[in-house]
């Protein structure tokens, strides 16, 4: 009986050690995981974004899980198409004028996409429709609502203009011209040094949403985020979410945090 019951508790310690080896393998393999994000992934969300531009956030996990996010906003047609009006190809009747932050010309004919448009003062702004074979405005569809329209107008937008497929002409039927600059630098501000360069700068507002995010995540709602409502003593209203301030002070904050909120949505988690 006495070698009946060693040879249980023999058995008992061997199960007891093997399990607790078990343990051990699986404790070791889940530390392996610091981030909150399946390691290795990238998406892509867009928006429309500051009231006039595409905005872009592409979210990107390492090889913990870790996340981290880049900003972007490409210009729509009615900055892609300005001019020089002092230049002695542009004139009063190949250019249209609109208001934006003072008066703006812009070229009349543009194509985008091998697809050609007139521009139509609408008011004191500018829309694009598509010309017929005259030159004349034929269809009734803004072309930055149309670019607005979805996830993959707006990722067709971001592929096309970089390609050369966003073009002004001088004249209806003349020789296309790619625009492949603006007055501000690049076709999207993350190559357009001019844009907003100065004080806090575009640039310098984005680092900061990235930084944030990269260090808290983006679990959180828009009731969150705060704007300081007194200027510090640089004249500055920094953004806060959940009580940390972001070093972030541009009005649009809540629109280009949640275009990184979208993407990290798209995210596999652990």
Not at 173 to 183: D, F, I, L, P, R
Request: charged content about 20%.
């Amino acid at each position: 009986m006495k070698r009946i019951m060693a040879i249980m508790i023999a058995l008992l310690i061997m199960i007891s050690v093997s399990c607790a080896n078990g343990e051990k393998e699986g404790s070791s393999s889940e530390s392996m995981i610091t981030g909150a994000y399946v390691p290795g992934q990238s998406e892509t969300a867009y928006g429309y974004t500051h009231g006039g531009y595409v905005g872009m956030a592409k979210v990107i996990t390492d090889d913990n899980g870790d996340l981290s996010v880049m900003l972007d906003e490409a210009f729509l047609p009615h900055t892609l198409a300005l001019v020089d009006i002092e230049a002695a190809e542009w004139t009063e009747e190949n250019t249209i004028t609109y208001e934006s932050h003072g008066p703006k010309s812009a070229a009349k004919y543009i194509g985008y996409n091998d697809k050609m448009y007139v521009g139509v003062s609408a008011g004191s702004s500018l829309t694009y429709v598509e010309a017929d074979e005259m030159g004349m405005a034929s269809g009734s569809t803004d072309l930055e609502k149309a670019i607005l329209r979805n996830q993959g107008t707006m990722a067709a937008f971001y592929a096309l203009v970089p390609a050369g497929k966003f073009v002004i002409y001088t004249e209806f039927g003349g020789e296309a011209m790619a625009v492949k600059t603006t007055s501000y630098g690049g076709v999207s501000k993350a190559k357009a040094p001019g844009y907003w360069a100065f004080g806090q700068t575009w640039t310098g507002n984005m680092e900061a949403i990235q930084t944030f995010i990269a260090e808290n995540g983006v679990q959180f709602a828009e009731s969150d985020m705060m704007r300081a409502k007194e200027e510090d003593a640089n004249g500055l209203k920094f953004w806060s979410v959940a009580d940390a301030v972001t070093g972030a002070t541009n009005s649009d904050f809540k629109d280009y945090f949640g275009l990184a909120q979208h993407a990290a949505g798209k995210l596999k988690t652990n």
